[in-house]
């Protein structure tokens, strides 16, 4: 699960939950720069990017900074939240793939869109996955990209609708094209992970059912309980270490949740943090953060079955710990699946207490 907040989310001092905030750029219920705290609705973690919903007492619209990922270059993007306007009559859509000469059209309507979900750190590449634009008078007024992490698995991994067009209508239309390219590279069923109410129960009327949830922790301090394994050497990850770490993914995690070389190259490329725990010249585990202020995500760790128990996830926890407390990091998040009990287990112990925020894993055969 690779998606972290970003600065304009600070973590409120206050026990013992950390609160969020947007800086409001309305005027309507109070002035503009003025912070104010979320509703329940807005609750937003590492996987949801845009509040759908708007808060009071001032519903004008919010301001954030984010970013997507183009081939090479970083596309800084300012995301507002509106009020959803009167929808359009349904009129014909055409479908087709996107290509980087879609880039500027692709990213006005992510910012001038409400209902826009994507991970932060976007690879929009036609070659990386099959992003499908549905447009409408010359005009993109929605999208969808999913890709094949690992197959037979399919992931939706955003989704964007105009906000004067209908859900239903964007969806059916990009839908066959997507789920028949899904298929075509080996996927024999369809993933979506998120809470926004807009989407997950438009899948849900087209056959989706929820399968498992996923869990957000947190932790305002860099206290830990154990050093955990000492025997094993942590170390900085080299390119060279990819394939041991892709191919520990596929005996640790549901494919779901496996990572291809490619998505770890360009993990271990931008992120701040990615180590390795090797133990007699093995890699036997690994773990990567990523940062957004003060506020650090605990994205991903993983140790070989082979060697589980042996404290090597309490050492790679430890070192987490101790480099969040070095750059400074006031609040620690992580995200885990409701049925991880042993991971849950592991954080609890750690001092992570469970956040309200919980996302649904939306699965479709193909």
């Not at 066959?176 to 849900?204: H, I, M, N, S």
């Not at 000492?230 to 005996?251: M, N, S, T």
């Not at 994205?299 to 050492?315: D, E, S, W």
Request: glycine share 6%; proline share 6%.
């Amino acid at each position: 699960l690779a998606a972290c907040l970003i600065k304009s989310i600070q973590p409120i001092e206050r026990s013992p939950r950390p609160q969020k905030t947007y800086t409001c750029e309305g005027t309507e219920g109070g002035t503009g720069g003025e912070p104010r705290m979320l509703c329940k609705k807005c609750k937003i973690t590492d996987f949801f990017l845009i509040c759908v919903y708007p808060c009071n007492p001032c519903p004008k619209k919010f301001s954030r900074i984010t970013q997507i990922l183009w081939g090479n270059s970083i596309v800084p993007r300012t995301a507002r939240q509106g009020l959803l306007g009167k929808m359009t009559p349904d009129r014909n859509l055409v479908v087709r793939q996107a290509t980087p000469a879609d880039q500027a059209r692709l990213v006005r309507l992510i910012e001038r869109s409400a209902r826009v979900r994507i991970p932060r750190r976007w690879d929009a590449t036609p070659d990386a996955q099959s992003v499908l634009l549905a447009e409408s008078e010359a005009r993109v007024v929605g999208f969808v990209s999913a890709t094949v992490h690992c197959p037979p698995v399919g992931v939706l991994q955003g989704v964007g609708l105009a906000d004067d067009w209908p859900v239903a209508a964007v969806l059916d239309a990009i839908f066959p094209l997507c789920f028949d390219a899904l298929r075509k590279r080996g996927a024999e069923a369809a993933v979506y992970v998120g809470a926004e109410q807009w989407l997950t129960r438009p899948l849900q009327e087209r056959a989706f059912t929820i399968v498992n949830r996923i869990l957000t922790y947190a932790k305002e301090d860099g206290k830990v309980p154990s050093r955990g394994n000492q025997l094993v050497r942590v170390r900085p990850a080299r390119e060279a270490d990819l394939a041991a770490a892709v191919a520990l993914d596929k005996l640790v995690f549901d494919p779901l949740w496996c990572n291809t070389i490619s998505i770890l190259t360009k993990i271990w490329a931008h992120y701040p943090y990615f180590v390795v725990a090797e133990l007699d010249g093995q890699v036997v585990g690994y773990q990567f953060n990523d940062l957004d202020g003060e506020h650090g995500h605990l994205t991903r760790i993983a140790v070989h079955p082979n060697f589980q128990g042996q404290g090597i996830g309490v050492r790679l926890m430890a070192e987490a710990m101790d480099f969040f407390q070095a750059v400074g990091v006031k609040v620690i998040t992580l995200n885990t699946q409701r049925d991880n009990f042993a991971a849950r287990r592991l954080y609890r112990w750690f001092g992570f207490h469970r956040l309200d925020e919980e996302a649904l894993v939306l699965r479709r055969a193909l």
